[in-house]
């Protein structure tokens, strides 16, 4: 079921090219959900749908060239999606969240931060992003922490002398 619900989002987002992609699903009150790094070439574009129980809905999250690397998604207790991703143009660590009318787009940090990204929400809804921030002889294991009222705290969790992914619970 899943494998036709992917060609059905792939043909609804009028993908036809098998170009490289990133696909992450999860389950949230019932519905499928799926973010998707989809290519018509020459740019990347992060998509989301979600399956209502008769039909897919779809839409795009991140038009930016190139946005949408190293996804993890999540679903909050109000059933809205958030997403953590890899932008390769300007080497960032983004954020997105459905706030029930549109989708809301930040960057969390830049400067090569933010690939292999594994989001998790905490009890309250707010987003906690595990990611690594990696140079050519280097990577660090950092999190990212929403705080109400003080924005993103940023924590270098570890200096990794191999390459791991990291995944919150």
């Known amino acids: 079921a899943l494998w036709s ?9 009028g993908d036809t090219d098998s170009a490289q992609r990133t696909i992450r699903t999860v389950r949230g009150q019932g519905v499928r959900f799926v973010a998707e790094v989809t290519s018509p070439e020459p740019t990347y574009r992060l998509a989301y749908a979600y399956h209502d129980g008769s039909s897919w809905h779809t839409a795009v999250v991140d038009d930016a060239l190139n946005a949408g690397f190293y ?29 029930g009318a549109s989708w809301q787009v930040e960057t969390v940090l830049g400067a090569t931060d933010g690939q292999y990204t594994s989001l998790a929400l905490d009890a309250a809804g707010w987003p906690r992003i595990s990611y690594l921030a990696c140079g050519y002889l280097w990577c660090y294991l950092r999190y990212a922490a929403w705080n109400e009222g003080s924005g993103w705290e940023i924590v270098t969790v570890d200096a990794l002398r191999e390459f791991a992914w990291v ?3």
Do not use: E, M
């Not at 619900?5 to 987002?13: I, K, S």
């Not at 109000?78 to 953590?84: D, E």
């Open 5 to 13: 619900a992917l060609r059905d989002l792939r043909r609804v987002l």
């Open 167 to 169: 995944s919150l619970p």
């Open 71 to 99: 996804i993890s998604i999540a679903v909050d207790a109000a059933g809205r999606p958030h997403i953590s991703y890899y932008d390769a143009t300007y080497g960032s660590l983004k954020y997105a969240y459905r706030d």
